[in-house]
């Protein structure tokens, strides 16, 4: 058996020659860091190579995401199919090594990272979800879900903001089987970070109910053993283990210093590396017996087929329960699910009535949670605001973690990350809370979970200027627009309880991108439809009031507008005027429809006005340069909401006004 020395001499090794072949990227980090790798990986951590997506697994997150070649260093050299000339295509078009870890590029790469501290963030949403899941599945005598949670997190992972919400609330729910390794190496891109981050981060993490283990050697072996030791013996609270590393270890000219950080050694600091360290080896190149060193498919694949084994008795002692898990570890809805979302569907139009869209999506969720036990929702303190506790849901907390609620306390931006590590970990239906306005605090890890592609749910109520009181600094203007910039984002902004529950279904049953939902705090009056138009509303955009012949203007509205959109069809009628409302709750979904269902909406002739109390930016691509959105482009004001909607604008009378001026020009322009 090769020196563990050798073994990780040779992520070194592998790290440096990539960054200087790509002459681009981070080795001082996975230099630092490869003795504790070496360790983790070859003597804990638990998973299969030839299935990086075992479901037992042990998580491992690289919130540290710019120092990547440490990770598929890892990768490779353990067995995963990850190809040395993957490793030499290095941040190259294409490759499967891109500049940070990328979800769905790399087996075994869990979740995207490189924005810091979001990897850390989603690590405890990992933890949460593996600690969640093993106490509703768990039995005595059957621990099938029984696995690990840890990442890497440097200095910069420490200073972000989300560091403070997550790890405060990571240690408030106690979770034990999270153990964090901090790389105090006392460098940053600019420099020794003694003159910008001198906090005492021992007594922080002690604060946030951590168990801490200081002052370990980074580079010592042993130290990093005993260090994992004990952190896997404290059950009842999350470990950081702070681990004291040189950046660029065995640079002679650059380690300990910024110049390693995040960019190319250079041929001839490489070359003194290879003789400091001891590798002789060319470049890319790794002798057999270190590969032997490494490879852990035969054990991954022994730890598998051990789980398989506890499973297959699991199933035989448990059979409902082992039925249920291996439903929900495999994504599938529940049987029988089409036919219940069709019947609360039909329940809430036969209940119509105006209410606010929080409140209809508070019952949705009450109604989607009777058939979908995996539901795991949320909010950032404004739980009975946005209305996201539903009637016999039951809360999560250190000492109760089978629930289904949590509060995440005033942290929007870790409750974000928090769900996609949920999300990633499987096994949930996980949304989190706030105001739209508040998507702002959250937008990163929004924005990573379109990247990853994955199914977080976001759940924003007082969607617009007509939350009224709170003013400016909580009515959102711009926000809906911003959301929908986001590629493969959607975004849901229904206009009754019925577009409510068609909005819920919809971010339910997507699984290849998030949804946003955008409620309203006021009361909204019901939409009457027939059958047809309730199924179309899952196109995104339908036909909800039409007229007699080509519509002379079709007016386009979502959400708390949509009702200002049909009465004033109904007076352009009385004054000869054809007008089609058309109801948008998600413009992304209806411009992904194909070009008939558009063009049978939207006809092509005929002008149209857009109605939403938001930004006009987003919709003049939709009327197009004859057409008139009714919008806002400035802040709000702090006023009652029926104020505040009509010094805006947001009237029938002012519609009805906007539409005559565009059938009016346009028949002028017919007549010249």
Known sequence: ?????????????????????????????????????????????????????????????????HGS???????????????????????????????????????????????????????????????????????????????????????????????HEACSLAGTLGLGKLVVFYDDNGISIDGPVEGWFTDDTPTRFAAYNWHVVPDVDGHDPAAVRAAIEAARAETDRPSIICCKTVIGWG??????????????????????????????????????????????????????????????????????????????????LPEGWAEHAEQLLERTDEAAEKVATRKASQAAIGGFADALPELLGGSADLTGSNNTRWKGATDIDRRHADGGYLYYGVREFAMSAIVNGIVLHGGFKPFGGTFLMFSEYARNAVRMSALMKIPSIFVYTHDSIGLGEDGPTHQAVEQLATLRLIPRMEVWRPCDAVET??????????????????????????QQRDADQKTAIARGGYVLVDCD????????????????????????????????????????????????????????????????????????????????????????????????????????????????????????????
């Open 1 to 65: 058996m090769p020196a563990r020395r050798d073994l990780a001499n040779a992520i070194r090794a592998l790290s440096m020659d990539a960054v200087q072949q790509a002459n681009s990227g981070h080795p001082g980090m996975p230099m630092g860091m490869a003795d504790i790798a070496e360790v983790l990986w070859n003597d804990y951590l638990r998973h299969n190579p030839a299935n990086p997506d075992w479901p037992d697994r042990d998580r491992f997150v690289l919130s540290n995401g």
């Open 69 to 163: 070649m440490l990770l598929y260093s890892l990768l490779h050299l353990t067995g995963y199919a990850l190809p040395l000339d993957e490793i030499k295509r290095f941040r190259q078009l294409h490759s499967m090594t891109p500049g940070h870890p990328e979800y769905g590029y790399t087996p075994g790469v869990e979740t995207t990272t490189g924005p810091l501290g979001q990897g850390l963030a989603n690590a405890v949403g990992m933890a949460l979800a593996e600690k969640t899941l093993a106490a509703r599945f768990n039995r005595d005598g059957h621990e099938v879900i029984d696995h690990w949670t840890y990442a890497f997190a440097g200095d910069g992972c420490l200073m972000e903001g989300i560091s």
């Open 251 to 332: 640079s002679p000219n650059k380690q300990g210093k910024e110049e390693s950080h995040g960019a190319a050694l250079g041929d001839d600091e490489i070359a003194l590396v290879r003789e400091t360290i001891g590798w002789s080896h060319a470049p890319f190149e790794v002798p057999e017996e270190i590969y032997a060193g490494w490879d852990a498919r035969t054990a991954g694949a022994d730890r598998e087929a051990d789980w398989n084994a506890r499973m297959a008795a699991y199933r035989k002692a448990c059979p409902e329960l082992a039925a249920e898990l291996d439903r929900r570890l495999a994504g599938e």
């Open 501 to 526: 529950v068609a909005a819920w279904r919809r971010a339910l049953e997507r699984t290849d991108g998030p949804v946003a939902l955008a409620f309203s705090r006021q009361g909204l009056p019901p």
């Open 549 to 672: 012949g080509e519509p002379d203007v079709t007016l386009i509205a979502t959400g708390s507008e949509v009702h200002l959109a049909t009465g004033a069809a109904e007076r352009l009628a009385a004054d000869g005027i054809q007008a089609r409302v058309v109801s948008m709750p998600c413009l992304d979904r209806f411009e992904a429809q194909d070009r008939a269902w558009q063009d049978a909406v939207l006809p092509r002739g005929g002008r149209r006005v857009a109605i939403e109390a938001g930004v006009t930016g987003g919709w003049r691509g939709v009327v197009g340069p004859e057409g008139a959105v009714v919008g806002i482009d400035t802040f709000g004001e702090s006023a009652p909401s029926g104020d505040v909607m009509a010094h805006f604008g947001f009237t029938v009378d002012h519609v009805v006004e906007t539409a005559r001026n565009v059938v009016g020009e346009a028949r002028t322009a017919e007549n010249a």
